[in-house]
Every structure is written in structure tokens, then in C-alpha cells.
DNA sequence: ACGGCATTGTTGACGTCGACAACAATCCTC
DNA sequence: GAGGATTGTTGTCGACGTCAACAATGCCGT
């Protein structure tokens, strides 16, 4: 459908009324108003925003508090095991471990049955930031509430929990 | 917890019961399993997958996908229209409509009002991808369904829609 | 005990993507 | 006509996912 050829000037009055096309209508999503992955992006998206908006102050990242959860809730896992977890390939967790070593969050100790491994730990500091990061973790996620509603919140990560 | 010590060796026979330390154990989620963040990302991640496996015969990423249906469902939208209502950035949009217009699919015509926009339109060529492109999407998304139960799928896909 | 095979961590390289700055051309408004 | 905003464009940077290769180590059957 052309966009609504404007009628042919028998009105000379105002070249055109409205001229701000500011937002020239409304642009039709077509047919991604039935995908669901157009939306789970965008929610997601917005969702990382305001993460890391809010954590900005202790400059953690939503991958790095992944880790960082995951290694102080199970103390001593290597990087395999973590890695496989949380969906991340070994080589890139190498490198955002060096970073996390290099701040002083986390160590690698050498595990102690597999030469191989390293243990994975937080050290004190690590659980002191660990701390304040699901701290304003929190608030980030209490903020969602009010977006969805209680039920829809609700809805939403049982219905997610159920197909991971 | 240490990994559950194996019992001190009173049965001899077979060293470990079954000692492929394939998971060694399941690894604590952590707070993680409160943080709907979280569970969106990974299941964008798996919708992603499925969907880019399935459009591969005819090399269609889900942005580039989302923009041959936009620019399928408003001729003549400007590139600042186009990447605003996807969320992409202008300078990223420069560079994948230059992808697409290399390979013939979409092309930038002169805008008649104004000088300074480009008028975004499918060629005959894009025109057909983008028809092949919507029929191995909508198998994509009938893939989800069983996945999520009708019911869930209703529901997630009307919660996201509304927040969006 | 030994040799082949798998696993683990590591490094290097590549391509994609989001973000930002700068710029020229064009439009708009006073 | 001048100043300011918008649009498309280019360059650059950093974060990521991915793949290949490698050394060290563990595991296994013969």
C-alpha cells in the first residue's frame, strides 16, 4: 500500500498540515508481531540495559555476574564445568577469568585430584563485590515487577525455568 | 559440599561405580534462578539458534530477517525509521543494508521530498527471499510451540507484547 | 608399564555486533 | 541567508562467539 498519496491539492492552503514527520505514522511490524524471538530479543535486550546501568558503579557485567555467582555458589568447579553451565565456551571464559583474576575477584587454584583443572574460588574481595552485586542485582529485578505485573512475572520465569 | 567422598573402599570391585565424571554432580544455580534476565538470555539464545539453522539455505540472520520484513511491510521507509523501530543503530544499518543491496535484495532509492533520506524498498529479488524467509520462519516458530505447550507460548508471547 | 585417546586450560585469529565520534549533504526555521 | 538539526556515511574501538591448534595431564585397554 503506497503511503496515502495526499490529496491532489485543492486545498493550496499549508503545503502539508502536520508537516513534523517526526513520526511519519506508525511503521507495521508485519509478521514479527508473531515471533516470539523478535520480542524475548527485544525484552532481553531491555533487560541487560537496565542491568547494567545499575551495576555500572561496581562495573560488573550480566556475564561476569553469572560467574561470579556460579563460582561462589559451588566453590572449587573448574572452567570446564562452569563454562558449560552458563553457556560460555572455554576460550572466552579464559580470558574473562584473567580479568576477574587480574581485579582480585577471583583465583585458580591448582585442584588438587586432576592436574588439569584448575579449583575454581572467590577470594575475599570477590565475595564482597559478589555481595553488592546481588545486592543492586536485586533491586533490578524487583524493578521488573511493577513492568510485568506480579502474575505475568510470575508466569514468565516459571514458564522459562520449565524449558531450560 | 566436597563432591560426595566414595565410600571408603569396603567393595574393592570396580574402583568407581559409574566414574565418568561426565557432570560431576549438578551445579548450583545460584541466586541465578531468581533473575528472569538470566532464563530471557538463554532462551533467546536457543530461539536464535534454531532459527539461524533453519534460515541457513538462504543465509538470513534474525536481524537481517527483521529488516527485509519491515522494509517489506512500509516501501519507502527511511533508514533512520527503519533502524529506530528495530532497535538498530544507524551506522550498524549503513553496512547490513549495504550487505543486502550487494547482494540484490533491497535497494535505496532517492527520496522524492527529501534530499537526505534514502527510499528503502525490496527488489523483485528480495521480494521472493523474503517469501522463502517467512515460510522457514513460521516453521521456526511452530518448532516453539511443543516446546512451550500452546498455552505457555499464548502467554509469553501476549506478556512480551505488551511490554514491549 | 606403555601407548593411544580424551580432557583441560590456553593462545591466536577471525567475523559480528553495539557504541561513539566525526563529517558532508540536506532540510528547517528565524 | 545563517544557524541548527537531521540523515546517511565512514572510521574506530571494545565485547563476544567461534574455531583451530597446542601442551600438559589424566584415563584406558592391551
Known sequence: MPPAKRATATLPLRK?????????????????????????????????????????????SPAQFSVLVIIGANEGLSQSELGSTLGIERARLVRMLHLLDKRGLTERLPSSADGRRHALRLTRAGQTTLKQAKALAAQHEASLLPKLGPERYRQMLDALRAVS
Do not use: C, M, W
Open 16 to 60: 502539508t498540515p502536520q508537516p513534523k514527520r517526526v513520526s511519519p505514522a506508525v511503521i507495521d511490524l508485519g509478521v514479527l508481531n508473531e515471533h516470539l524471538g523478535y520480542f524475548v530479543r527485544r525484552f532481553q535486550v531491555a533487560i541487560f540495559q537496565d542491568f547494567i546501568r545499575r551495576l555500572s558503579r561496581i562495573d560488573i
